[in-house]
């Protein structure tokens, strides 16, 4: 347990997730869109937790292992595609899932004595490019004032 309380890039990460999503509600409600509690435990929204997290691994890695490091090697491949994930192909299903929403609706309506119920499918599940962006603009930061003052300068 204490070689996990001294990991550098995974208290980074975690503190990065953390900030995310608490950022979630606070950035819905200065948006003029209200304070909506939910935001603190969902995958969507700006900024990106995954993104955000990916991105404070790796800048930790880079500032610990190295930029010519295997370790870091890896880290940056798999924020990259933890990124193009939440980008495309998370996005994608989201937008799908309220299409399918809105088809299971009609239905619905159209057979209102039939054995047919709604579904409701979640549509927050990915990202626009602006929302990982920030997710990896806020991981960077605190991964690298975090491995800073704890590594360099505590």
Do not use: C
Not at 22 to 43: C, M, Q
């Amino acid at each position: 347990m204490a070689d996990l309380l001294e990991n550098t890039a995974l208290i980074a990460a975690v503190i990065s997730f953390i900030v995310a999503q608490v950022l979630k509600p606070i950035l819905n409600a200065a948006a003029g869109k209200g304070w909506e509690w939910h935001l603190l435990k969902t995958t969507g929204g700006m900024p990106s937790s995954h993104s955000s997290t990916a991105a404070a691994i790796t800048s930790s890695i880079a500032m610990t292992e190295g930029l010519a490091s295997p370790l870091f090697a890896l880290a940056f491949f798999v924020t990259i595609v933890i990124m193009n994930d939440a980008m495309n192909v998370r996005y994608e299903t989201g937008k799908h899932s309220k299409l399918l929403n809105e088809w299971s609706q009609i239905l619905s309506d159209m057979h209102k004595n039939g054995p047919f119920s709604p579904q409701n499918f979640k549509t927050m599940v990915g990202h626009s490019s602006i929302q990982v962006i920030a997710g990896a603009v806020l991981g960077l930061t605190i991964g690298i004032l975090y491995t800073y003052f704890t590594r360099f300068h505590g």
